[in-house]
């Protein structure tokens, strides 16, 4: 430990001796807030060291008397600068705003915000394109046995829960449209509300939310673990395609699985349909079945499929994206997997109202 760090006074001037450093300076700066004196001058030619926390006592001392630095080598004069260049005021709140230039603030980093992760998700996309022609070119280079399993993972666990979703959801249909309809004597249409409705639009619609709420987050959360863990790095460092391995069989099963489990899911609603329409309408089951091939165009089966796969791909690729942007620590796995949902469905939905205008159009209505 080198000496403690005094001074002394020669008139307007302060001669500093010993070791400016934290674990010398002892109680110096009480003495120098003691001091009453006119202070012209700091002297520091006699020092043996200075560090840190002596250059900031000096130069908080310099700043508020008004004095000038002198005796100092040039390695402690960068010091003594950087140390001036850190004296900067930091607001500790921010200056009163406006709720009017807040809002406009807010919706433009939204707006920003949006337009920057849809120039992803097309990039994304054309990733995802590239390597799926990539894929056609090299057979060979086909992950079979992961699309299998996210086959398993995506489809078969899901038939559960959206079966029991779609039942519920034909009962409540079916019970709403009873109770509407009966008002104007006209409870067998209930029939036409639950075919159309579920064949065409709540079944696929619901399971593509379901799919996005269980599948997308799971695609997000997967991708994003192994972005933080550097398996992604490593995996191209070995000159393994993280699109072809990771994203591609995950892309492909949504769009071969969405049709089916969006059939599936409509069957299951019209069979709940049919089963409230039973017991509260007295409608026997082979009616119900016969009004249903009777009242519900082919071209509503035509829809749903043509929707269905567009939606499977939107969702695999909304969580495939927002798993693959995870960097820095643990919370930014939540924050995107949070993320790949509300956007899933958000383009879910709006890519439904879309094909409704689109098929309205066709004359499929």
Sequence with gaps: MGAAADFSEDGDTLRFTGDLSLATLGDL???????????????????????????????????????TIEGLDPEHVRLLEHVESADQLVAMRPTHVSPFTRV?????TATITAGTTLLGLLGFLGAIVIA?????????????????????????????????MSFLIGIVIAQQGAVQ???????????????RITLRELGVLMTAIMVAGRSGSAFAAQLGTMKLTEEIDAMRTIGVSPMEALV???TIAAIVLMPLLGFYASVVAMVGGGLLCWINLGIPPVTYIARLREVVPITDLYVGLVK?????????????????QVEGDAEQVGSRTTAAVVQAIFLVIVLDAFFAVFFTSMGWN
């Excluded at 269905?308 to 693959?324: D, E, L, T, W």
Aim: net charge positive.
């Design 104 to 108: 406009l603030g807010e919706i433009g």
């Design 248 to 250: 591609l069989p995950r």
């Design 308 to 324: 269905a796969p567009v939606f499977g791909a939107i969702i695999a690729m909304a969580g495939c994206f927002q798993g693959m």
């Design 29 to 67: 700066p009480q003495r120098l807030r003691a001091r009453g004196d006119e202070v012209r001058h700091l002297d520091l030619s006699a020092i043996d060291r200075i560090d840190t926390v002596g250059a900031w006592i000096v130069h908080r001392f310099a700043h508020e008397h008004d004095a």
């Design 132 to 164: 799926f022609g990539n894929v056609i070119r090299h057979p060979r280079r086909f992950r079979f046995n992961a699309t299998v399993q996210r086959f398993e993972v995506v489809g078969v666990t899901a038939l559960g829960i959206i079966g029991l």
């Design 181 to 195: 309809l009966r008002q104007f004597g006209a409870e067998v249409y209930t029939i036409n509300l639950i075919g």
